[in-house]
């Protein structure tokens, strides 16, 4: 028996059919959600200086600061922490942590001549009763732990985005030594490390600003990786008429995992 489909009908047909496989279709993947709460670690390497200020403007003081940039330099510093990155949306988070940082500076290689009461002081670089030249070179260093709190935001989708961040560091003075390295002079050649100063700031306080790239690996995996700049705020010698604040300025690499 032939059945007989009227124009009306057949497009009808042709509709519902249409309509059926739109619905029979595979939805598309939705992206999956992000991760709440995520574990850290990072690393540093770093620039290490500092910035002397004056409190007065007599020529004593004028004479010591300009001194002191003639004969510091940077040295190699770095940073190393673990952290806990909880993410309120996919777009921003808070994050705190826990951080070791060496930072410090160095005084250039200087020939000296070397005598019988020499002690290898930072004040007592140019005594002069001996005939025996070397090589010295002084490296001030100062190790902390920081309690770091930061506010991130990221934008962009994909595996590439965009991050800043924005927080504040409190940092803990560990210990501080004085190394003296010397070259050229037998009985003494080789490296002597001795206890800083101790009448300088316990506590600190370092403002953070970073901006990077945000590389997704997978769901639970990320790498971040941003210039790194943190300045110790507060005078670290208070009561000196001249003034140091500490800084490190570098690579920051860091991996996070999602739990």
Avoid: C
Wanted: hydrophobic share 40%; charged share 20%.
């Amino acid at each position: 028996m032939l059945i007989k489909f009227q124009p009306k009908q057949v497009l009808m047909l042709i509709i519902a059919l249409s309509s059926f496989q739109l619905f029979a279709e595979e939805k598309p993947k939705e992206e999956k959600p992000f991760k709440r709460v995520m574990i850290g670690v990072h690393f540093s390497p770093d620039v290490a200086y500092r910035v002397v200020t004056k409190k007065n403007n007599d020529a004593i003081t004028n004479l010591i600061i300009k001194e002191v940039k003639n004969q510091e330099i940077p040295k190699f510093g770095y940073t190393v922490g673990v952290n806990t990155l909880i993410n309120i949306k996919s777009f921003v988070g808070i994050e705190a942590g826990i951080w070791y940082m060496n930072m410090g500076y160095q005084i250039k290689w200087r020939e000296v001549n070397f005598g019988s009461q020499w002690t290898g002081s930072h004040n007592n670089l140019n005594i002069n009763t001996g005939d025996s030249i070397a090589l010295v070179k002084l490296v001030y260093d100062y190790h902390y732990i920081g309690i770091p709190l930061t506010v991130n935001f990221t934008v962009g989708k994909g595996k590439v985005r965009f991050f800043a961040g924005a927080g504040l560091a409190v940092n803990f003075l560990v210990s501080n030594t004085n190394t003296d390295i010397i070259k050229g002079y037998e009985p003494k050649n080789g490296k002597s490390t001795n206890k800083g100063y101790a009448n300088i700031k316990l506590v600190n306080l370092i403002p953070i600003l970073e901006a990077g790239i945000d590389y997704k690996i997978n769901s639970r995996m990320n790498l971040k990786v941003s210039p790194s700049f943190k300045f110790g705020a507060l005078n670290l010698s208070p009561d000196t008429p001249i003034g140091e604040h500490l800084f490190n300025g570098g690579i920051k690499i860091q991996y996070y995992f999602g739990i």
